[in-house]
């Protein structure tokens, strides 16, 4: 499995921007899909958005669709998120998560066997 560790969260105003790291180690990293889901308090956790071992291609959720882009650099064994214009409902923990390439970009949380410990991204009013 790949062990994943995110970084980059805080407490932004909204309007703000921040951008999300998630550094991977243990297997070859570009033999997996990526994706970044979060979970509010008290709801479940949802997709976010998903990327192809080669970034070529890339899959995004409606509500973050035009505000949030994810990416990646194989040879950093990194994927990113850059999320511009933060709302207050963008508040919530967000995880990286690895799964086979095979899956696809796939927003089904089941599918990825691996998934760091998230950071907090607080979005203030």
């Known amino acids: 499995q790949v062990q994943l560790v995110e970084s980059g969260g805080g407490f932004v105003q909204a309007g703000d921007s921040l951008r999300l790291s998630c550094a991977a180690s243990?297997?070859?990293?570009?033999?997996?899909?990526m994706g970044w889901f979060r979970q509010a308090p008290g709801k479940e956790r949802e997709f976010v958005s998903a990327?192809?071992?080669?970034?070529?291609?890339?899959n995004v959720a409606d509500s973050v669709k035009g505000r949030f882009t994810i990416s990646r650099d194989n040879a950093k064994n990194t994927v990113y998120l850059q999320m511009n214009s933060l709302k207050p409902e963008d508040t919530a923990v967000y995880y990286c998560?690895?799964?086979?390439?095979?899956?696809?970009?796939?927003?089904?949380?089941?599918?990825?066997?691996?998934w760091g410990q998230g950071t907090q991204v607080t979005v203030s009013s």
């Open positions: 998560a690895s799964a086979p390439d095979s899956y696809g970009i796939t927003s089904h949380s089941y599918l990825y066997n691996s």
């Open positions: 990327i192809s071992w080669n970034g070529g291609r890339t």
């Open positions: 243990g297997r070859t990293f570009s033999n997996y899909a």
